[in-house]
């Protein structure tokens, strides 16, 4: 049975740094590439980045970019999100997500349970 459990998240100032983590259990971490998603208020679900199953290609969305940064360890099968100089429109749930890329795993899809980032003075 596969459990994943994020944390981390809390509340931070503008301009702080934040890392959050998420603990895949019951899956060969490196037949699944994994990311963040975030959903803001009122907003929907939104990727914010991803790294392949290597951990070597990591990919960000633009209004991220250069602040934060994706990490995966996979004989932790640990998802990290390092995130730096932090944003009020960073304020979301963030959500951590494993997507089997292996012709055994191809299909599998894994959630987080969601942690809360806020970011305000």
């Known amino acids: 049975q596969v459990q994943v459990v994020e944390s981390g998240g809390g509340w931070v100032q503008p301009g702080g740094s934040l890392t959050i983590s998420c603990v895949f259990s019951?899956?060969?971490?490196?037949?699944?590439?994994m990311s963040w998603d975030r959903q803001g208020p009122g907003k929907e679900r939104d990727l914010v980045a991803s790294?392949?199953?290597?951990?070597?290609?990591?990919h960000y969305v633009d209004v991220v970019e250069g602040r934060f940064t994706i990490s995966k360890d996979s004989a932790k099968n640990t998802l990290y999100l390092q995130m730096n100089n932090l944003k009020p429109e960073d304020t979301a749930v963030y959500y951590c997500?494993?997507?089997?890329?292996?012709?055994?795993?191809?299909?599998?899809?894994?959630w987080g349970q969601g942690i809360q980032v806020t970011v305000s003075a």
């Open positions: 997500k494993a997507a089997g890329v292996t012709r055994s795993t191809r299909g599998n899809t894994y």
């Open positions: 019951g899956i060969y971490g490196s037949s699944y590439s």
């Open positions: 790294v392949s199953a290597g951990g070597d290609l990591p």
